[in-house]
């Protein structure tokens, strides 16, 4: 999917104002670019999930590498 800067800020303003969080202006601009990488992202993932010809661990992919205690 492709997304436009007015809307990845437009859903970014929803998200906000659905979660009653307000964010100072002076971060607005980073959390917006930090925003899309995370639509990029799930994106991808998604993209994956569907292509894939067996139920995906989304969970096991995720932690694959790290210690668990």
């Known amino acids: 999917m492709t997304y436009t800067p007015q809307s990845v800020a437009s859903e970014f303003d929803l998200l906000m104002s ?5 964010i100072d202006a002076g971060w607005r601009e980073q959390m917006l670019v930090e925003f899309s ?3 990029r992202e799930l994106d991808i993932i998604h993209t994956l999930a569907n292509e894939a010809t067996a139920p ?13 205690i």
């Not at 659905?18 to 307000?22: F, I, Q, V």
């Not at 995906?56 to 668990?68: C, L, N, T």
């Open 56 to 68: 995906v661990d989304v969970a096991k992919s995720i932690i694959s590498g790290r210690d668990e």
């Open 18 to 22: 659905r979660a009653k969080l307000e």
């Open 37 to 39: 990488h995370m639509r």
